[in-house]
């Protein structure tokens, strides 16, 4: 009896396998321009907070924020600007539900920079009581931190000074 998938079966396990692996692995996956949000632990958002290979934003948000939905538009073309000035920008959500919460709304607006889901613990450590809430690293360490949503005007403002 003939396969449906053809003469070789195992290619597309093989390639499902794979594609599985990628989307169930640690950390951020693009597949062609996809973001898939990953999970991150504490260790991981202090790697984060003290990299120092480049300026970067750190932006706390999650789904069920309704101004933080509204800024990713502004994000991801901010993003898109000035990655090639060296700019890294990174979301951090907390999801009371499951990441795919968040995900919907990656792939809704196409953000085209890396979103890790934190939990509880991550809130209390940061001293994170509002969202959306904006960290400016440079040099690892944080010049500013802002709290709400904010214009493309202020924060491409904020950008230019963060790349000085």
Known sequence: ???????????????ATFFLTLL????????????????????????????????????????????CREELPTLTKLCSKYRSD???????????????????????????FPVYCADAQVLRDYRISSIPMFFFIKD????????GRRTEEFLEGKIRELLK
């Open 86 to 112: 060296g700019l890294k920008m990174v979301g951090v959500s907390f999801e009371y539900e499951h990441p795919s919460a968040i995900q919907a709304i990656l792939d809704r607006f196409r953000v085209n």
């Open 1 to 15: 009896m003939k396969s449906e998938y053809g003469k070789y079966p195992f290619i597309w396990i093989a390639l």
């Open 24 to 67: 169930n692995s640690p950390g951020t996956v693009c597949l062609e321009e996809r973001v898939i949000v990953g999970e991150i632990d504490k260790a991981g958002i202090e790697r984060l907070f003290g990299a120092k290979d480049s300026p970067r934003i750190i932006i706390m948000m999650a789904s069920w924020c309704g101004p």
């Open 140 to 147: 690892g360490q944080i010049v500013e931190k802002l709290i």
